[in-house]
């Protein structure tokens, strides 16, 4: 029979949010800053940035650095444990799940058709098997936000304003948060419009947010989400994909207006109240 601890997800303060999104930005934009302002400095210090780069992936993982730092600070090694245990939330209705796998491929391949693309990602001469490693270099880059920008922004929001709100922030200083990477050359962002994806920032937080709440604050569901959007089998839809996907966050919205509007149903702990050991 599993034995169940209490984890004080009370001392978990909302104030604890401004000291994530402070160390977030302090490491994302002290990396790529440098990079910017001093790029023949750090060149010759740490090589020339690249999406494989380690400082890369330092400086995307940010948000999660932030969110364990968090937990650990105000509920230790036993908080951490519980916070981690929502990857192991995965229940939630079916209708979410084809979503995240039908639909948002769906949307990519649309956008790439409307442009005159293919239906998916061009293979290298290499075949599958670079595409597979890449998918999987995929997962352990951006999804990784997911611990810090859901696992612990979203359900301190939804304290105190309903799910689209807390979901539209936490899109808006998404999208700032990526900004000094479109002045980054050596990255994907260098040759993306910011405007769009700042759009497709706020869109997809909203997006997300529905899952989030129906799957009870699981952190797998978000990851895969994110996953989803990055994709290497998926076309190249710019900027297809982000119109596309503002249409069916409005869907979406306008469905579970009864939620989205309100906190009642909301996920609000960091940290759930009781760890199964």
């Known amino acids: 029979m599993p034995i169940s601890i209490e984890i004080p997800t009370q001392k978990l303060p909302f104030t604890a949010l401004f000291f994530f999104l402070g160390t977030t930005f302090l490491i994302t934009w002290g990396v790529i800053g440098g990079y910017i302002f001093s790029p023949d400095a750090m060149i010759k210090a740490f090589g020339a940035i690249s999406g494989s780069h380690p400082l890369f992936f330092l400086a995307t993982w940010a948000p999660a650095i932030a969110a364990f730092t968090v937990v650990m600070l105000y509920g230790g090694s036993a908080g951490l444990k519980g916070f981690l245990s929502r990857l192991l939330l995965w229940r939630c209705p ?25 239906l998916l990602a061009p293979l290298p001469p290499e075949g ?35 799910p689209i709100w807390a979901g539209a922030l936490i899109g808006t200083v998404w999208g700032i948060w990526h900004l000094p990477a479109f002045f980054l050359s050596g990255v994907v962002f260098a040759e993306w419009s910011f405007l769009p994806f700042f759009i497709g920032n ?58 989205m509007f309100s906190r009642e149903g909301a996920v609000t702990e960091v940290i759930p109240q009781e760890a199964q050991l």
Request: aromatic fraction near 16%; glycine fraction near 6%; hydrophobic fraction near 60%.
């Open 94 to 118: 079916a209708s979410w799940w084809l979503f995240i796998l039908i639909l948002i491929p769906l949307v990519f391949m649309a956008g790439s058709l409307i442009k005159g693309g293919q």
């Open 128 to 162: 599958m098997v670079p595409v597979f490693g890449l998918m999987f270099m995929m997962l352990l880059l951006g999804p990784i936000e997911e611990f810090g920008w859901r696992g612990l922004a979203q359900p301190l929001l939804q304290r105190y304003m309903a």
């Open 202 to 259: 706020i869109t997809l937080a909203i997006l997300v947010t529905p899952i989030f709440n129906a799957s009870h604050g699981s952190l797998a569901l978000p990851v895969l989400f994110h996953w989803q959007l990055i994709n290497p089998f998926w076309p190249d839809a710019q900027p297809w994909d982000t119109w596309l996907l503002v249409f069916v966050a409005a869907v979406v919205v306008w469905w579970k207006r009864y939620t």
